[in-house]
């Protein structure tokens, strides 16, 4: 079985500041993996993906992402905050195997104090 | 390019009554998903076409729920009859390649 786990719930940075997201999957196939963010009321927009290429992945609005297989984790980090950041975060694993349905974390709200 | 369009936008309904959400996938894109995000959760998946054909509903409450896909284009997701634990946020998103496109959603409440 496969799944994707989001280690926090909730995390608060002050503007200006590193951003640091976790994601650890489990799997036995090579997966692809994507952060995708969720602003209030508005669709969930594709951040970045891994798809067995790079392992540093960039994405946008500055931030990325870098896959290690040896702890299979996948956390996403942005080096300043900023307040448009504000949102929820989701982690999604993909796999071959599972004919490539789209597997979500439950979710890291952002947020960004002045 | 047009993105993933789903009507409604809002939907309230009373338990017991049936709903119908449409979605209007990106051209061209043959896989198409069907995802329940309830507030404070992440989207679970309800259902995954490929044109027309029907690769995954495992997670489908088929006693209640129903989904079709004529022609491989449009979908329609069906609730009948609704519960209260149906209030969620319907989500529609169609892929060509690796990449998953959202629509905006349908926020449904059941009263």
């Known amino acids: 079985a496969q799944s994707v786990t989001q280690l926090d719930s909730h995390v608060s940075v002050s503007e200006g500041t590193p951003v640091l997201l976790r994601c650890n999957y489990s799997?036995?196939?090579?997966?692809?993996l994507f952060w995708y963010v969720q602003h209030p009321n508005k669709g969930l927009q594709l951040l970045l993906k891994y798809t067995s290429a790079a392992t540093l992945v960039k994405g946008i609005n500055g931030f990325e992402a870098e896959f290690k297989k040896s702890e299979t984790s996948f956390h996403l980090t942005k080096p300043s905050a900023h307040m448009s950041d504000a949102a929820e975060y989701f982690c999604?694993?993909?796999?071959?195997?599972?004919?490539?349905?789209?597997?979500f974390g439950s979710g890291t709200r952002l947020l960004v104090r002045p | 390019e047009a993105g993933v369009a789903q009507s409604p936008r809002y939907k309230i309904i009373e338990k017991r009554q049936s709903v119908a959400f449409w979605c209007n996938p990106i051209?061209?894109?043959?896989?198409l998903y069907w995802y329940q995000q309830i507030l404070g959760q992440g989207p679970k998946l309800l259902i995954q076409f490929q044109n027309n054909g029907v690769v995954d509903d495992s997670q489908l409450p088929k006693d209640r729920f129903s989904a079709e896909r004529l022609k491989g284009v449009d979908s329609t997701l069906k609730i009948q009859p609704a519960k209260l634990e149906d209030s969620a946020v319907y989500l529609c998103?169609?892929?060509?390649?690796?990449?998953?496109?959202f629509g905006q959603g349908t926020r449904l409440t059941v009263v």
């Open positions: 998103a169609s892929k060509r390649s690796t990449e998953a496109f």
């Open positions: 999604v694993v993909s796999l071959p195997d599972s004919s490539y349905k789209l597997i």
């Open positions: 051209s061209g894109h043959a896989t």
């Open positions: 799997s036995s196939y090579s997966p692809s």
